[in-house]
């Protein structure tokens, strides 16, 4: 018996992968497909982190998909409604049924002479093998590893008579209630964690190696509320949505142009949120100019209101070992704890760790060189989702699935069977992320390259790729689209008919 098919596979079923379906469904109605899930939940990053507090750090207003209005009130949400959100979405769009879960795929093989990607995946509950084929790849895994967060080798965690958990592996059991605690981190998660385990802990102190910027914003967007007032959220939602993505741009703009401006700016900020006399050159003054990194966002300055009331503090040195009681700093101090959170952020893992081959040639992703941001050079009918480092995932990863269904279309009115971008040899490779974070840089050399020029480069703006992945052609003179001679067997087949 033949393998099954389908048009369209998608990989992946959280926020991306259940937009993808959503929008593949609407735009390509005739088409098959079907979403296999490594995991047994919708949801991905959502279903995954379960620590105390977890919540965005943008905007549920570009958080959101396109397609469906965000109508809580808070903008900055908790991670539960995101959920909530995605798995709604599922629902109402009948994408639930089309999701195999606790298929993990660990290969595709595309083949040109049957224009097809052959796909096998594991099943996490069972343990088999299967493969199916499908026409197009669509491939929504997210960027990082599920099954173990990033700890560096701290020196005596065996000594360390109380419990440590990377927040990724937060369970419900992990006591923290009138105990002390120590988060190993400055980043987004620490700085969510901190304010939300001060609220029952007896003591939070954010142990970080150097500072990050954090700017407070109200977890309510008042315009939005207000405007709520009068219109339907259907149409609130898009003038929300543009208010938001227009002053990201225009904030990571200035950043860029103006450094100094926007450090005085954020400073004044921090400064205003802290008591009178506090350490912010030590403590809140990065080493980087804004946006280098992601900047972390504190919905109602809770961190500051945390430091403030003494429930929580902050201290910045390094860990030289874990003791017995806690940590020994390389400042020769101590930190006691009876907890231990390394929020010490991710691993990244591109394609969800798939291996890929065309025509039986391993595809070597860190010298593959990415097309709109979105698919590989010579690599036909195949695409990923990766959203911005700089503004919501999900602005980019709308229009990334938006794009597959218009080169679907446009390969249906052609009638082509094979879409590929053609490697351009007078493109210059550069690193795919121009970020300086901890885990962009562990992984810079897994990852694949950007090239020097459109329509290889990476754009990390909205409204541009907005132009070029909504109306720009989808036959721009670099992506070949064709139909090559039906396969053998094919004609085989039509022969004796
Ligand atoms: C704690 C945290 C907070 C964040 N907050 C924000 C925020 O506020 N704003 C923002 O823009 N971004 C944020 N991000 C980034 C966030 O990951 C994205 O916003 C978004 O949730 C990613 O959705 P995704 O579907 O692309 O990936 P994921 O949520 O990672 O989902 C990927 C899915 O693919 C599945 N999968 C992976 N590999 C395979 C495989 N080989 N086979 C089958 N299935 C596979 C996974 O099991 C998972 O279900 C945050 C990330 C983290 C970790």
Redesign the pocket.
């Known amino acids: 018996m033949g393998l099954e098919h389908l048009d369209v596979l998608i ?7 259940v937009g993808a379906g959503c929008h593949l469904q609407e735009r390509c109605p005739g088409k098959t497909y079907a979403i ?4 047994g939940e919708v ?4 279903d995954l ?1 379960r620590y105390p507090g ?1 919540r ?3 905007d549920m207003y570009t ?1 959101g998909y396109r397609f469906r209005p965000w109508t809580e009130a808070k903008t900055i949400a908790d991670g539960p409604s995101i959920l909530d959100y995605v798995r709604q979405t599922a629902r109402d769009h009948g994408i639930e049924e089309k999701i195999r879960f606790h ?4 290969r595709a093989e595309w083949s040109t002479a049957e224009s097809r990607w052959t796909v096998e ?1 594991e099943r996490s509950d069972s343990g088999e093998a299967m493969r199916l084929t499908c026409g197009f790849l669509l491939v ?5 590893r ?1 099954d173990e967060g990033y700890t560096p080798d701290f020196e005596g965690v065996e000594r360390f008579a109380g419990r440590i958990v990377h927040p990724q592996h937060w369970t419900d059991d992990v006591e923290y209630e009138g105990k002390r605690v120590v988060v190993i981190g400055s980043g ?2 620490a700085v969510t964690l901190v304010p939300s385990l001060a609220e029952r802990a007896a003591q939070v102190t954010m142990l970080q190696r150097s500072p990050t910027y954090i700017v407070s914003l109200p977890a309510e967007d008042p315009i939005a509320n207000l405007l709520r007032r009068a219109l339907p959220d259907r149409a609130v939602y898009p003038i929300v949505r543009w208010k938001n993505v227009l002053l990201q741009m225009l904030s990571f703009r200035l950043s860029r142009r103006r450094p100094d401006f926007v450090k005085k700016i954020l400073r004044r900020g921090v400064e205003r949120a802290l008591p009178a006399g506090y350490d912010v050159d030590t403590h809140f003054k990065p080493r980087y100019d804004p946006w280098d990194q992601r900047l972390c966002l504190v919905p109602d300055g809770d961190l500051f209101e945390a430091i403030c009331a003494g429930r929580a503090e902050v201290v910045t040195d390094e860990v030289a070992a874990f003791t017995e009681n806690g940590i020994r700093l390389r400042s020769g101090a101590e930190l006691e704890a009876d907890l231990i959170v390394t929020a010490t952020g ?1 691993n990244l893992l591109f394609l ?3 291996e890929v081959t065309v025509d039986g040639r391993r595809v070597e992703m860190s010298r593959a060189m990415t097309y709109k941001g979105m698919m590989l050079n010579d690599v036909p009918n195949f695409a990923f ?1 990766l ?1 911005y480092t700089n503004a ?3 602005l980019k ?1 709308d229009l990334a699935s938006e794009y597959v269904c218009r080169v679907l279309a446009h390969m249906d009115a052609h009638g082509y069977s094979q879409c590929v971008p053609e490697t351009d040899p007078s493109i210059v490779e550069e690193p795919l992320i121009d970020f300086t974070a901890g885990y962009v840089l562990r992984s810079l050399d897994q990852l694949p390259k950007q090239g020097s020029q459109l329509p290889w480069r990476l754009r990390m703006n909205y409204a541009l790729d907005l132009q070029a992945l909504r109306f720009g052609a989808v036959d721009d003179g670099t992506m070949r689209f064709s139909s090559p001679a039906p396969p053998l067997q094919a004609l085989e087949r039509a022969a004796k008919v």
């Open positions: 990989v992946g079923a959280g926020l991306s992968g296999l899930e490594a995991r949801g991905g990053t959502w982190f977890i965005s750090d943008s958080l298929h993990r795929v660990v995946a929504c895994s997210g960027y990082y599920y987004a998660t991710l969800g760790g798939m989702t959203g919501s995932w999900t990863v």
